[in-house]
């Protein structure tokens, strides 16, 4: 596609059900990464593919927090049992190569509202 | 490790002032420095990055960075704003030694007054 793509632009949630937000990255890139950023923060990392490689999950804040990348390219981020604390803006982005000297394209984020 | 500091969470300057925002870095190791820009509800956007070579960088949009080792800074400025410059942004640093992370800083609101 022409830039990454991330459904749904927003999600309202009851506190305990599950969510499951998208990530569609631009063609051709092997690198995706999931951040949240929460009111007034910046952007905090949660998790990064690249190509077949095991994704770095490092960032994750607890183990409620899952992601998969199924043939290289969709991702899903997938947050059970959601709190109150969950509510933020999840945002993804891709890179050709995923090393420190790429640039990082965004998504416009999803925004989730925990009740 | 690295951290990236944004003095600054708010900066209300008039239209076609001149405009800084600061940025200020720690790391043990040497750094490439990005800036982005999010305007309201969109995802962010790169502005500009320092990898190598001149210490100012021109960016999209009239902006414009200088990375300073010694003070590890990288303060992004503009000499004229326009209302279109109303957004948060980002200072960003990763590791030259093919980390791929982004290590961010807080975010500066820049406040547009007509």
């Known amino acids: 596609g022409a830039g990454v793509s991330q459904s749904p632009s927003n999600k309202v949630t009851e506190k305990g059900k599950d969510v499951e937000l998208r990530c569609d990255p631009i063609s051709g890139h092997t690198a995706l990464y999931w951040y949240r950023q929460s009111l007034g923060q910046g952007l905090e990392f949660l998790i990064y593919?690249?190509?077949?490689?095991?994704?770095?999950k490092s960032g994750l804040p607890s183990d409620r927090f899952s992601a998969e990348r199924t043939g290289g390219s969709v991702s899903t981020l997938t947050i059970q049992r959601t709190q109150q604390e969950d509510s933020a803006v999840y945002l993804c982005a891709s890179s050709s190569l995923g090393t420190g000297r790429n640039i990082q394209y965004f998504g416009a984020g999803t925004r989730l509202s925990v009740l | 490790a690295q951290s990236v500091t944004q003095l600054d969470s708010q900066v209300p300057v008039f239209e076609e002032a001149p405009v800084e925002l600061r940025c200020n870095y720690s790391?043990?190791?040497?750094?490439?420095l990005f800036w982005y820009v999010q305007y309201p509800n969109q995802g962010l956007q790169l502005l500009l990055k320092y990898l190598s070579g001149s210490t100012l960088v021109k960016g999209i949009n009239g902006f414009e960075a200088e990375f300073n080792k010694s003070q590890t800074s990288f303060h992004l400025r503009k000499p004229s704003v326009h209302i279109s410059d109303t957004a948060e942004y980002f200072c960003a640093v990763s590791r030259m030694d093919s980390n791929y992370q982004l290590i961010w800083g807080a975010g500066t609101k820049l406040i547009i007054k007509p």
């Open positions: 790391s043990s190791v040497s750094v490439y």
């Open positions: 593919f690249q190509g077949n490689s095991a994704p770095d």
